[in-house]
C-alpha cells in the first residue's frame, strides 16, 4: 500500500514538473515579446464588419444574459451577432426571437442537434465579417464599448493575432486566467496588452489569418474539446502572438454553469453579477 501511494506521488510530481517546463518553453519561445520590437500602428478609426459568434446549449440564466448584456454594450454597429444555437430548448427559441426583433445585427443558427464547440467552425463558416471574436456563453458581463475597444486595439498590434479581453476574478471564479505573474505586461503607444496563456473566453481574430491557418478545428464527433487551443497553436507556430487586451474588461463565470441549478446560489450569484460595472 505504501509503495502505490509513493509511486501515485511520484507520477504526481512528474506531472507537475512537465506542466511546469512546458509553460516554460512556451513563455520564452512562443509568448513573449520584445517590447521594443513590438510594432503599434497609429489609432484610426475602425469602420470594418465584426461577426461575434456565440454558442449556446442549456444554462438559460447564464446565456441569456451573455447575449443581450454583449449586444447592449458593445458599442460599435458594424457588427453581427450570430447566435448559434446548439438545441437549447424553446425558451431559448422564444428569447433568441425576441432579441432579433430587437437588434436586427443579430442572427441565429438554429442545429437540430448540439453540436458542441465544433458550433465555431461551422458558425464562422457563416460569418460575413472581416474580424472575428469567438465568445463563451458563460461570458456575463461587460465593459462598454467592449468591442468597439477591442477592434480598436487589434488592429493598431498586428503582430497579435488572437486578442483576448481580461476576465475579472473573484469569490465566484478566477475567469480561467493565470496568475497574474506569469503575464509579461506591455504598454506602448497607449496600448495595454499582456503577454501569456489566453483562453478562448472571448477574444478576437481575422478572416484573413483565420482562413489561413485553417481556424477552428471540426470534431464531429466530440462535443467538448479545447477548440481554442488548436487553434493558437497554429497561430503560435506560424509566428503570430497572442494577448490579453487590460482595457477591455469582462466577466467570466467558468466552472459555475453546475451550480445554476442550485435555486439558492442562483439567486446570489445572478444578484452579484447584474450589479458588476467596469
Not at 444554462?59 to 453581427?80: D, F, K, Q, W
Not at 503607444?189 to 499582456?194: E, I, Q, T
Not at 478545428?217 to 479545447?226: A, C, D, E, M, S
Amino acid at each position: 500500500m505504501k509503495q502505490n501511494t509513493l509511486v501515485r506521488v511520484m507520477m504526481n510530481a512528474a506531472s507537475t514538473l512537465l506542466v511546469a517546463v512546458k509553460f516554460v518553453i512556451k513563455y520564452f519561445f512562443y509568448y513573449r515579446v520584445n517590447r521594443k520590437q513590438l510594432s503599434v500602428l497609429a489609432y484610426k478609426k475602425p469602420s470594418a464588419k465584426v461577426s461575434v459568434l456565440i454558442a449556446t446549449h442549456g444554462v438559460m440564466p447564464l446565456s441569456t444574459r451573455c447575449i443581450a448584456n454583449a449586444v447592449r454594450t458593445a458599442g460599435y454597429r458594424n457588427a453581427e451577432f450570430i447566435i448559434y444555437n446548439n438545441n437549447a430548448g424553446p425558451e431559448m427559441e422564444r428569447f433568441l426571437s425576441k432579441m432579433k426583433r430587437k437588434d436586427k445585427r443579430i442572427r441565429v443558427i438554429t442545429s437540430r442537434k448540439n453540436t458542441g464547440l465544433n458550433a465555431y467552425h461551422l458558425g464562422f463558416k457563416e460569418a460575413r465579417g472581416e474580424f472575428f471574436v469567438a465568445m463563451d456563453h458563460d461570458v456575463v458581463a461587460f465593459c462598454e464599448n467592449w468591442l468597439l475597444m477591442l477592434l480598436e486595439d487589434y488592429i493598431r498590434v498586428p503582430r497579435v493575432k488572437f486578442l483576448a479581453a481580461d476576465v475579472i476574478g473573484d469569490d465566484y471564479t478566477d475567469g480561467a486566467k493565470y496568475p497574474a505573474w506569469t503575464y509579461q505586461h506591455v504598454r506602448k503607444d497607449g496600448v495595454a496588452l499582456s503577454f501569456g496563456a489566453v483562453g478562448g473566453w472571448l477574444a478576437m481574430t481575422d478572416r484573413a489569418v483565420y482562413e489561413a491557418v485553417g481556424g477552428f478545428p471540426y470534431f464531429p464527433g466530440q462535443i467538448y474539446f479545447l477548440h481554442d487551443k488548436y487553434y493558437i497553436r497554429k497561430l503560435l507556430l506560424k509566428g503570430y502572438r497572442i494577448a490579453i487586451d487590460e482595457r477591455v474588461k469582462v466577466y467570466h463565470a467558468r466552472g459555475l454553469s453546475a451550480r445554476i441549478g442550485n435555486e439558492t446560489f442562483a439567486d446570489r450569484f445572478f444578484t452579484y453579477a447584474d450589479k458588476l460595472s467596469f
